[in-house]
């Protein structure tokens, strides 16, 4: 299995919603990241998980928060965002160094496109 | 903040043609990849080329990086409608840290 697993496909929420977006991996990956892209721009790095722990955050937004509650499972969830924030959320997987085969290759699934309104 | 440039920003080319995306980024690497994005969609990984490597080739495409001028390319060869896409260097400056450049728009004429 080579898929990554984005959960809900689209969201359209409130500035004073909370809502969350979830991605599942069953390839052994050990690194989990999450990018925002808006249109026309490329991905933008926000958080990294390496063995499920936080490795970096590229000064993110606090309303934005990242739970990663296994090897599998990887989630973002959301808290007062503002209009701005509308964007495609990517998340990726990729083997971790040490890892047997690490390529270095990162595996994206298709993507959340979320709406603040 | 992104470490790499492509350019151009846009190419129209006639299917069967050959086309020549590049990429500068600024810091030392240990890897470039190339990555393409259907409109609306996630990126696939297309290449990768390690900083020790000055050519790599999978199918029609073919990858040159130059780490003295911090510069890589991708050229696809025969080109074909359903390489209609955004196309995109990737760098690794620190460990786990995979930055995208702009990206190419390619567009395929039939």
């Known amino acids: 299995d080579t898929e990554v697993t984005q959960t809900p496909k689209h969201l359209v929420m409130g500035m004073t919603n909370k809502k969350s977006l979830k991605c599942e991996q069953h390839?052994?990956?050990?690194?989990m990241y999450w990018y925002k892209q808006k249109a026309k721009k490329p991905p933008e790095l926000m958080f990294v998980?390496?063995?499920?722990?936080?490795?970096i955050n590229e000064s993110v937004p606090s309303r934005f928060s990242p739970e990663c509650p296994n090897s599998s499972l990887l989630n973002l969830h959301l808290h007062a965002l503002q209009p701005e924030d509308s964007a495609l959320y990517l998340c990726a997987s990729s083997q971790e160094s040490g890892q047997e085969v690490y390529t270095g290759e990162l595996f994206f699934g298709e993507g959340s496109r979320l709406t603040v309104l | 903040s992104q470490q790499g440039e492509e350019d151009p920003q846009a190419l129209s080319i006639q299917e069967g043609e050959n086309a020549t995306m590049n990429c500068s980024y600024k810091?030392?690497?240990?890897?470039l990849q190339w990555y393409r994005q259907n409109s609306g969609r996630g990126l696939v990984h297309l290449i990768l080329i390690r900083s020790n490597e000055r050519e790599k080739h999978s199918g029609r495409l073919r990858v040159t990086l130059d780490t003295s001028k911090k510069s890589s390319s991708l050229l696809i060869t025969a080109s074909r409608a359903a390489d209609t896409a955004s196309y995109f260097c990737a760098t690794d400056p620190f460990r786990r840290k995979i930055i995208f450049g702009k990206g190419t728009r390619l567009h395929i004429l039939p």
């Open positions: 390839m052994g990956h050990r690194a």
């Open positions: 998980y390496s063995y499920e722990k936080l490795s």
């Open positions: 810091t030392s690497i240990n890897n």
